[in-house]
């Protein structure tokens, strides 16, 4: 338990977690933290929901399909943001800060009033350490270790604002809750498992390995290190699209462009849009076929295109060495496609 607790207070430091916050790992990744907020919270407020890509219309379905809440969905195709200016600080809200199959993230908090009466539930998987979180707008943030971290996908992190503590135990859900959802006991908050303790037992080689990247994180200088790092990374293919007259990002704002989850499409009037998704499916094979890049072809429900991680464990130089071969493997395909040798 010791190294658990340990693993969570750096995740309290290097993320910038308040202290009267309650930080803790929970199972089944990313999508069991959000899904543990959204079932443990969600019920005594109306819930705006914001929507731009696969993972927020998850948490959508969620709400609207299993909870039956009374929501309002703020939707937009992928590449755009909903018109945030229309969120109810009245009201819950369900968002994700960046969208991982998108490449499109909300540019900062602001959008969310500190006035708000409703609770916030924010998805900050792809987010979390590679931008400044405001702590004071969000009451249930959630990530895994895979994503910014390079770590294991299987574990999850919830942590927790006052207010959130207040609505667990103030509001008892009225569907039935599974064991792996349960955030209260006998009516009263379970800090346990924000100390150390767990609802399931978690692989204490993952929690080794948490510990390793976030120790790594704090000896290069913590949470402003990596989202340097990863600003630094998602510039070298800013630079390369800019100079690249066939590809563009599918983020159409530069400020809502993810610096993580770097999303590209390709413009060129030579592939038809009916045979885009194959064309770019064998760019991404080539690239493939070269061990140069891997599984870097775009989410199976996005638009057709590349998805490039730009992380904080990405190594620069890497990434600078992988735009020649983009730009190889997309002349080879071109000229396939053309029926050139």
């Known amino acids: 338990m010791s190294r658990i607790r340990h693993a969570i207070e750096l995740m309290r430091e290097l993320l910038g977690v308040p202290q009267d916050f309650h930080v803790g790992i929970v199972p089944a990744s990313d999508t069991g933290a959000v899904e543990m907020a959204l079932w443990s919270l969600l019920g005594p407020r109306k819930v705006d929901v914001l929507a731009w890509e696969a993972f927020g219309r998850t948490w959508l379905a969620d709400t609207v399909e299993q909870l039956r809440l009374d929501a309002r969905v703020h939707l937009a195709d992928y590449g755009c943001l909903p018109d945030l200016s229309a969120v109810d600080p009245s009201r819950d809200l369900v968002f994700t800060w960046n969208g991982t199959s998108s490449g499109v993230r909300v540019p900062d908090g602001s959008f969310i009033s500190r006035q708000r009466e409703g609770l916030v539930i924010c998805d900050a998987t792809s987010a979390a350490f590679a931008v400044d979180l ?10 895994s270790w895979q994503k910014v971290l390079g ?3 299987a574990h999850g992190t919830l942590v927790l604002s006052p207010g959130a503590v207040e609505r667990l135990e103030g509001w008892q859900p009225p569907w039935p809750m599974p064991k792996i959802f349960r955030l209260t006991k006998n009516g009263k908050f379970n800090a346990a498992i924000f ?3 767990t609802i399931n037992t978690p692989s204490l080689m993952c929690i080794e390995d948490l510990v390793h990247a976030l120790e790594w994180a704090r000896s290069i200088g913590g949470r402003e290190a990596l989202i340097s790092r990863a600003n630094a990374n998602a510039d070298v293919v800013a630079r390369f699209v800019e100079s690249t007259p066939w590809l563009d990002f599918l983020a159409r704002r530069p400020e809502t462009r993810s610096n993580t989850s770097v999303c590209l ?7 038809q849009d009916t045979a885009m998704a ?8 080539r690239l493939s076929a070269e061990n140069v890049a891997l599984d870097v072809k775009s989410y199976k429900s996005a638009p057709p295109g590349l998805r490039i991680w730009c992380g904080a464990t990405v190594e ?3 990434l600078e060495a992988l735009m020649p071969w983009i730009e190889w493997a997309y002349e080879i395909e071109l000229r396939r496609l053309d029926g050139r040798n």
Not at 134 to 143: E, N, Q, S, V
């Open 134 to 143: 405001p702590w004071d707008r969000l009451d249930a943030t959630t990530f």
């Open 278 to 285: 194959g064309f770019t499916n064998a760019v991404a094979a």
């Open 265 to 271: 499409r390709f413009t060129s009037e030579q592939v």
């Open 316 to 318: 620069r130089s890497d």
């Open 151 to 153: 770590g294991e996908a």
């Open 195 to 197: 100390g150390g303790a």
